[in-house]
């Protein structure tokens, strides 16, 4: 019976090991390449290997590899990633393994980050596979996935913790809000930013409830466009500017405010002519930027024109069929011919729905297509295709409506259609079909297996890896930003938005909850202190909020009868919204800089953070000096302040 890797350091004996993560082989791996892989897992970092725990299965025939790690491999990853922790005063301090024993606690960090990040420090073939060449420098692990010989990679769920989380998030029936700090603990900072946001955000739209009550005490109707023009705008500032404090104070305490910015690695999946990187000293995949260049200018930008030719001619095909619609009714004498109004709207909505989904795909093919050398500057490539797209397909129309058109009754009706049918093709697409999907793949694996009685272990852990891959956060931000989209921009000439929303997103807590622990394999876990360029694309809506609500305020009958009253020509309404519309922009950028991202508390804890982490510093290098001279010193402030040691020969080469 195989056994763990033998644990040297006394101080991290355990009487049982937990399993953190588990890797299937392939099939048909040849036991060479299996032993070979397992020593470079439990190689020691110092030597090129990942230095942590191998359990090889059932027995050395078994294609599952079991992983884990030692308490001072955690600590020493927790370190490395510039983390903060608690001390024995309660402050939040940046952890320091030398100095371990001055904290509470050390968090578990996933040792997927150890494992993705190995490269081969010697060009050599796979064992047992000649055909596989492994060059100096490349990601071992993506080489092997690429090749067939690792077939998963999925952290394993701590059934335990696991039901409580369930019983707390969403199998009980309460007005209590989310355990985020436990959905944090167990899944990650990223999984814990975006349930934190969207229970964020759908509480803030109980203020656009509450205010579309107003209308009814008041007695001037063209009031009513105003209100709710004005308070979209200052909703969504305030809104996004609460939601950044909101996020530091929990950046603070989960310790990942100030992460260490280090010398970031290429994307496993970059590829390139190898060179030796003239800071590390490593070799490393180099590609020209010209060359990256020409392929977006070549590739990138004719598909995403085609896709969004595509999404303009749904639009136009819409219009002439809502025009055709309504021509018909009004000829119409069936009492039935009323559901035929409805049936433009419904029928484009489908259509957007299908484009988005195929736009998707092709927005990453192509992105990968691009290769970007940074996995930051590969996510904000993809976000910014999916962004301009959806917003032309999703908003184009309305905005054609409001701006071209200026029927206010076409615009509430589309939104309407909007709000229902896509929240109704979400749910389904996102809730019903994944498990339903789940429900027949696992009963499928259960009938395979109906003649044993128990299951040992390893079998929990096959069964989780027959569970669907966890798709990421994407498509949920993308799905928040559209709806913020219709409740700022145009939900002031129709109220019901935001109470259609807040329906929605009560469920949609539940129902992702669901998935994410029931559905999908447990994602890995990444340090995160923001949402990232979410935030930039929430505030953009934001901005182009102040230009729509002046504009319907400005076309509607209320306020077009009060310029008639008043003798107003088109040219002083306009120039009238012009200038409403600059107060209100000067009046956004107030608020933004009165409200601080941070709380004034929080600041004075930042700065009495640095402020240690200064004295420990001088303290190290002081000892240092006295110790082993001044060119270790030197040394030692290079890889502290850079988190890399420097290469001089390589520089000067």
Same mark, same amino acid.
């Given at each position: 019976?195989?056994s763990?890797t033998e644990?040297?350091?006394?101080?991290?004996?355990m009487?049982?090991?937990?399993?953190?993560?588990a890797?299937?082989?392939?099939?048909?791996i040849?036991p060479?390449?299996?032993k070979?892989?397992?020593s470079?897992?439990?190689?020691p970092s110092k030597h090129g290997?990942?230095?942590?725990?191998?359990h090889?299965?059932?027995?050395?025939e078994d294609?599952i590899l079991?992983?884990s790690?030692?308490?001072?491999l955690?600590m020493?990853?927790?370190?490395?990633?510039?983390?903060a922790?608690?001390d024995h005063?309660?402050s939040?301090?940046a952890f320091?393994?030398?100095n371990r024993n001055?904290?509470?606690?050390?968090a578990a960090?996933?040792?997927?980050t150890?494992?993705?990040?190995?490269?081969i420090?010697?060009?050599?073939?796979?064992p047992g596979?000649?055909e596989y060449?492994l060059y100096?420098g490349q990601?071992l692990v993506?080489?092997?996935?690429?090749?067939?010989?690792?077939v998963?990679?999925?952290?394993?769920?701590?059934?335990?913790?696991?039901?409580?989380l369930k019983?707390?998030?969403y199998?009980?029936?309460?007005?209590?809000?989310?355990?985020?700090?436990?959905?944090r603990?167990?899944?990650?900072?990223p999984v814990?930013?975006?349930?934190?946001?969207l229970?964020?955000f759908?509480?803030s739209?109980t203020?656009?409830?509450l205010?579309?009550?107003?209308?009814?005490?008041?007695?001037?109707?063209?009031?009513?466009y105003i209100?709710?023009?004005?308070?979209?705008v200052?909703?969504?500032?305030?809104?996004?500017?609460?939601?950044?404090?909101?996020s530091s104070?929990?950046?603070?305490y989960?310790?990942?405010?100030?992460?260490?910015?280090y010398?970031?690695?290429?994307?496993a999946?970059f590829?390139?002519t190898?060179?030796?990187n003239p800071?590390t000293?490593?070799?490393?995949?180099?590609?020209?930027?010209?060359?990256?260049n020409?392929?977006?200018?070549?590739?990138t930008l004719?598909s995403?024109?085609?896709?969004?030719?595509l999404?303009?001619d749904?639009?136009?095909?819409?219009?002439?069929?809502?025009?055709?619609?309504?021509?018909w009714?009004?000829?119409?004498?069936?009492?039935m011919?009323?559901?035929?109004?409805?049936l433009p709207?419904?029928c484009?909505t489908l259509?957007?729905e299908?484009?988005?989904a195929?736009?998707?795909?092709l927005?990453?093919a192509?992105?990968?297509?691009?290769?970007?050398r940074?996995? #930051?500057?590969?996510?904000t490539h993809?976000? +910014?295709?999916v @962004?301009v !797209?959806?917003? $032309?397909?999703c908003?184009? *129309?309305?905005f054609?409506?409001?701006?071209?058109l200026q029927?206010?009754?076409?615009?509430r009706?589309r939104?309407?259609s909007?709000?229902?049918?896509?929240?109704v093709?979400?749910q389904f697409?996102?809730s019903?079909?994944?498990?339903?999907?789940?429900?027949l793949k696992?009963?499928s694996?259960w009938?395979k297996?109906?003649?044993v009685?128990t299951?040992?272990?390893?079998d929990?852990?096959?069964?989780e890896?027959?569970m669907?891959s966890?798709p990421?956060?994407?498509?949920?931000y993308?799905?928040i930003l559209?709806?913020?989209?219709?409740v700022?921009?145009f939900?002031?000439?129709?109220?019901l938005?935001?109470?259609?929303?807040?329906l929605?997103?009560?469920?949609e807590?539940?129902?992702?909850?669901?998935?994410l622990c029931?559905?999908?394999q447990?994602p890995f #876990?990444?340090?995160?202190?923001?949402?990232? +360029?979410?935030? @930039?694309? !929430?505030e953009? $809506?934001?901005?182009l909020? *102040?230009?729509?609500?002046?504009?319907?305020?400005?076309?509607?009958?209320?306020i077009?009868a009060?310029?008639r009253?008043?003798e107003?020509?088109?040219?002083?309404?306009?120039?009238c919204?012009l200038?409403?519309?600059?107060?209100?922009?000067?009046?956004?950028?107030?608020?933004?800089f009165?409200?601080p991202?941070?709380?004034?508390?929080?600041q004075?804890?930042?700065?009495?953070m640095?402020y240690?982490?200064?004295?420990a510093?001088?303290?190290?290098?002081?000892?240092?000096?006295?110790?082993?001279g001044?060119?270790?010193?030197?040394?030692?402030?290079g890889?502290?302040q850079?988190?890399f040691?420097y290469?001089?020969?390589?520089q000067?080469?």
């Amino acid at each position: 019976m195989a056994s763990w890797t033998e644990i040297h350091c006394q101080c991290c004996k355990m009487a049982s090991i937990q399993t953190l993560v588990a890797m299937r082989l392939s099939d048909t791996i040849k036991p060479e390449a299996k032993k070979w892989l397992i020593s470079i897992l439990e190689t020691p970092s110092k030597h090129g290997g990942a230095q942590i725990l191998v359990h090889p299965g059932e027995d050395d025939e078994d294609n599952i590899l079991l992983l884990s790690a030692t308490e001072c491999l955690l600590m020493q990853t927790t370190e490395q990633l510039g983390l903060a922790k608690p001390d024995h005063q309660g402050s939040m301090a940046a952890f320091s393994y030398r100095n371990r024993n001055n904290f509470l606690n050390s968090a578990a960090i996933l040792i997927e980050t150890r494992i993705e990040s190995l490269q081969i420090l010697k060009g050599t073939c796979l064992p047992g596979y000649p055909e596989y060449r492994l060059y100096p420098g490349q990601h071992l692990v993506h080489n092997l996935r690429k090749w067939g010989i690792i077939v998963q990679f999925y952290p394993v769920h701590d059934k335990e913790q696991l039901n409580h989380l369930k019983k707390r998030w969403y199998k009980e029936i309460s007005l209590a809000p989310q355990p985020i700090d436990d959905v944090r603990a167990y899944f990650g900072e990223p999984v814990a930013l975006y349930f934190s946001f969207l229970g964020f955000f759908t509480f803030s739209l109980t203020a656009m409830v509450l205010l579309s009550y107003v209308p009814a005490f008041l007695q001037d109707s063209s009031d009513k466009y105003i209100i709710f023009a004005v308070f979209n705008v200052l909703w969504s500032t305030v809104t996004l500017e609460l939601w950044k404090r909101h996020s530091s104070t929990k950046a603070y305490y989960w310790g990942t405010l100030k992460l260490k910015r280090y010398f970031k690695p290429p994307r496993a999946e970059f590829w390139g002519t190898l060179i030796r990187n003239p800071i590390t000293g490593r070799l490393e995949p180099h590609y020209p930027h010209w060359k990256q260049n020409l392929r977006i200018l070549l590739v990138t930008l004719p598909s995403i024109c085609i896709f969004l030719g595509l999404a303009v001619d749904g639009m136009d095909m819409y219009l002439h069929w809502e025009k055709w619609t309504k021509s018909w009714y009004a000829k119409s004498t069936s009492k039935m011919a009323v559901l035929g109004l409805y049936l433009p709207s419904v029928c484009y909505t489908l259509y957007m729905e299908i484009l988005n989904a195929v736009y998707m795909r092709l927005a990453k093919a192509l992105t990968e297509y691009e290769n970007h050398r940074l996995e #930051s500057t590969f996510q904000t490539h993809l976000t +910014i295709k999916v @962004i301009v !797209f959806r917003f $032309i397909n999703c908003f184009g *129309v309305l905005f054609y409506i409001t701006f071209c058109l200026q029927d206010l009754q076409l615009l509430r009706k589309r939104l309407s259609s909007f709000l229902i049918v896509s929240q109704v093709i979400n749910q389904f697409n996102e809730s019903l079909v994944p498990y339903l999907k789940q429900r027949l793949k696992l009963d499928s694996v259960w009938l395979k297996k109906s003649k044993v009685d128990t299951y040992p272990f390893i079998d929990e852990v096959v069964s989780e890896g027959n569970m669907f891959s966890y798709p990421g956060l994407f498509d949920d931000y993308m799905e928040i930003l559209v709806q913020f989209g219709y409740v700022s921009l145009f939900s002031s000439v129709y109220p019901l938005t935001a109470a259609l929303l807040i329906l929605n997103n009560i469920t949609e807590i539940r129902t992702d909850a669901f998935k994410l622990c029931q559905i999908f394999q447990k994602p890995f #876990s990444y340090p995160a202190a923001t949402i990232g +360029i979410w935030q @930039i694309a !929430f505030e953009s $809506i934001g901005f182009l909020s *102040v230009i729509t609500n002046c504009f319907l305020v400005s076309i509607s009958p209320e306020i077009q009868a009060l310029c008639r009253k008043y003798e107003l020509r088109p040219e002083q309404t306009l120039l009238c919204m012009l200038v409403a519309e600059h107060l209100l922009i000067i009046l956004k950028l107030i608020l933004a800089f009165a409200i601080p991202d941070e709380p004034e508390w929080l600041q004075l804890k930042i700065m009495q953070m640095e402020y240690r982490s200064q004295q420990a510093f001088k303290k190290c290098l002081d000892k240092a000096s006295t110790t082993n001279g001044y060119s270790q010193m030197s040394a030692m402030e290079g890889n502290i302040q850079n988190g890399f040691t420097y290469d001089a020969s390589s520089q000067r080469r």
